[in-house]
């Protein structure tokens, strides 16, 4: 179990954000896929666990989160509900099940709050996609927004490096964030922008930001369980800490059980019936 003082016991909904904001209480936030591993975090605490399309990357192996689809979005969140008791759990909106339409976007929001029974929904963009969180919004299903970098939008930009250095993207920035603030949604993820930006964010917004590279001016910070806990090692950005090398726990306990079956060390009397 954690150290930390949140209440561990009461469970955390969309309104507890926005008053956790209120009060100056930061909110931690990770990404969980599974059952087990949701488990785990929910029972140290965690506020918010994202079931984030990043399973596109450190689950499925697949260099963007572009590939993941909805049906592989609800099976993991299905999982991770099955884990949670007290967190929120807000799940990814995958690439190209709500960019089209604002029917469509409905429909898979819908889709994703029937079947998985998880609580709000995540969704990338501004502007561009305001028509479909206002119907989801309309629907009464939470939506957290996300802007900066936006990686379902990596073939348009190009690169993962930070976003909103000029001018004209932080003005843009700012307004979508306003935007989303004033249609609905109940808290919003900044990730890699300057944390100059991401602060003045926080100051001008009543609802949560939640960064990720966005620097500690901000209302709360998530990251990828996989990259925190040193799972995945192929990826360090200047954001990341990571708070364990579980990649080395887990080599070295599996070289020591080939070992011990190769010996025949494993199993003994003891273990066996
Ligand atoms: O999919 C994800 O893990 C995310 C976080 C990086 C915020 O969107």
């Given at each position: 179990m954690s150290t930390n003082t949140t209440d561990n016991t009461r469970k955390v909904t969309t309104r507890r954000l926005i008053e956790m904001k209120q009060r100056g209480e930061k909110i931690s936030?990770?990404?969980?896929?599974?059952?087990?591993?949701?488990?785990?975090?929910?029972?140290?605490?965690?506020?918010?666990?994202?079931?984030?399309?990043?399973?596109?990357?450190?689950?499925?192996?697949?260099?963007?989160?572009?590939?993941?689809?909805?049906?592989?979005?609800?099976?993991?969140?299905?999982?991770?509900?099955?884990?949670?008791?007290?967190?929120?759990?807000?799940?990814?909106?995958?690439?190209?099940?709500?960019?089209?339409?604002?029917?469509?976007?409905?429909?898979?929001?819908?889709?994703?709050?029937?079947?998985?029974?998880?609580?709000?929904?995540?969704?990338?963009?501004?502007?561009?996609?305001?028509?479909?969180?206002?119907?989801?919004?309309?629907?009464?299903?939470?939506?957290?927004?996300?802007?900066?970098?936006?990686?379902?939008?990596?073939?348009?930009?190009?690169?993962?490096?930070?976003?909103?250095?000029?001018?004209?993207?932080?003005?843009?920035?700012?307004?979508?964030?306003?935007?989303?603030?004033?249609?609905?949604?109940?808290?919003?993820?900044?990730?890699?922008?300057?944390?100059?930006?991401?602060?003045?964010?926080?100051?001008?917004?009543?609802?949560?930001?939640?960064?990720?590279?966005?620097?500690?001016?901000?209302?709360?910070?998530?990251?990828?369980?996989?990259?925190?806990?040193?799972?995945?090692?192929?990826?360090?950005?200047?954001?990341?800490?990571?708070?364990?090398?579980?990649?080395?726990?887990?080599?070295?306990?599996?070289?020591?059980?080939?070992?011990?079956?190769?010996?025949?060390?494993?199993?003994?009397?003891?273990?066996?019936?």
């Amino acid at each position: 179990m954690s150290t930390n003082t949140t209440d561990n016991t009461r469970k955390v909904t969309t309104r507890r954000l926005i008053e956790m904001k209120q009060r100056g209480e930061k909110i931690s936030m990770l990404t969980a896929y599974d059952y087990s591993s949701a488990k785990i975090i929910d029972g140290a605490g965690i506020d918010v666990i994202l079931v984030g399309d990043s399973a596109s990357n450190v689950m499925a192996g697949n260099v963007t989160t572009l590939p993941i689809t909805l049906d592989q979005m609800i099976y993991h969140a299905k999982s991770v509900m099955k884990g949670t008791k007290r967190a929120l759990v807000v799940v990814d909106l995958p690439f190209g099940s709500y960019q089209g339409n604002s029917k469509e976007a409905l429909a898979s929001a819908i889709r994703i709050m029937k079947e998985s029974h998880a609580e709000a929904v995540k969704m990338e963009g501004g502007s561009e996609i305001r028509e479909s969180v206002e119907r989801i919004l309309s629907a009464g299903i939470p939506v957290m927004g996300h802007l900066g970098l936006t990686p379902q939008s990596i073939n348009k930009f190009g690169t993962y490096n930070v976003r909103a250095r000029q001018k004209e993207e932080a003005d843009k920035l700012i307004e979508d964030a306003l935007m989303l603030q004033e249609i609905g949604c109940f808290a919003i993820v900044l990730e890699k922008i300057p944390a100059d930006l991401a602060r003045q964010v926080a100051e001008k917004l009543t609802i949560p930001l939640i960064g990720i590279g966005a620097g500690p001016g901000v209302d709360g910070q998530v990251l990828v369980m996989h990259d925190m806990l040193g799972i995945n090692q192929g990826f360090s950005p200047r954001f990341l800490r990571r708070y364990a090398d579980l990649a080395s726990i887990m080599n070295d306990a599996v070289g020591h059980y080939i070992d011990d079956v190769k010996s025949g060390a494993f199993p003994t009397i003891e273990e066996s019936y």
